[in-house]
């Protein structure tokens, strides 16, 4: 077990390595809208008759080939309530050739069914190693033993098997008690995911009057090499205006 965490300890290690690369967001500022920072994180305000509308990076930039997720703010300034709905958000490249390919946006329901899936694949990989863990403290209580003895008719090798019920007793309470932890932590980090997409990504909501309505938007990875620049527009319908919001994602940061 110890040789599998050692494993496990330098793939993550690696890993974190190799994917520590972050690519920069840019905004360009349109008209009715204006810059902002907030703890060194840049952000566009949107504003029109009837609605503000805030977009910001939901980190210090963007995981290098992953899926850019921004913190989507709305209120409504009008007298009546207006829906903010996941599919009146759209997101489309601009690529060098001028033409415009869309990107799609992970709606809510697809985020927790993918991490429904990683949960049950750390179930499986769990359920293994637990496995693996008690068939090992099975054995704990076998042991051999080898030695000499001297008789009147000379030297004689011997070789034998023992069994230690205490030793058993004792690897089992500790493989049992590993188990339950393991499968205990692997519970509990599920559950905290599954809260945390809960309370932070943005779902259809009414916005009433007055009203600040926010939360995270996570969207396809768009098109292009890894540190390369990679422009695109989020557009926020709300209420029948139009937010539209030009990013420009690129430059690698090394961490």
Known sequence: MRSLGKIVSVSLAICVAGCNTTESVQFNVLGNQ??????????????????????????????????????VAATNLS?????????????????????????????YEQLVS?????????????????????????RAGYGSASGTVYTPNGAATFNTTYYSPTAAAIAQSNSNA?????????IEAGQRNLAGLQNIVLKDNTIMPGEWIGGEVYIAPPAGEIGQPKSYTISINLGGEIHSVEVTQGQIKNR
């Not at 008759?49 to 990076?57: A, F, M, Q, T, Y």
């Not at 207006?82 to 869309?102: C, Y």
């Not at 590993?178 to 692997?186: D, F, G, H, L, V």
Request: proline share 7%; glycine share 8%; hydrophobic share 40%.
């Open 178 to 186: 590993q188990n339950e932890a393991m499968i205990a932590n692997t």
């Open 79 to 107: 007298r009546s309530p207006i829906d903010l709905r996941i599919s009146d958000i759209t997101v489309s490249q601009q690529t060098p050739n001028g033409a415009s390919i869309p990107i799609a946006v992970i709606p």
């Open 114 to 138: 993918e991490e429904r899936t990683r949960q049950v694949v750390r179930a499986i990989l769990v359920g293994a190693a637990a496995g693996a863990n008690s068939y090992s403290a099975s």
């Open 34 to 71: 204006s810059a902002i920072v907030r703890d060194g994180v840049p952000g566009i305000v949107s504003r029109k008759s009837r609605s503000i509308v805030l977009v910001s990076p939901a980190g210090r930039g963007m995981r290098s080939g992953g899926r850019p997720v921004f913190v």
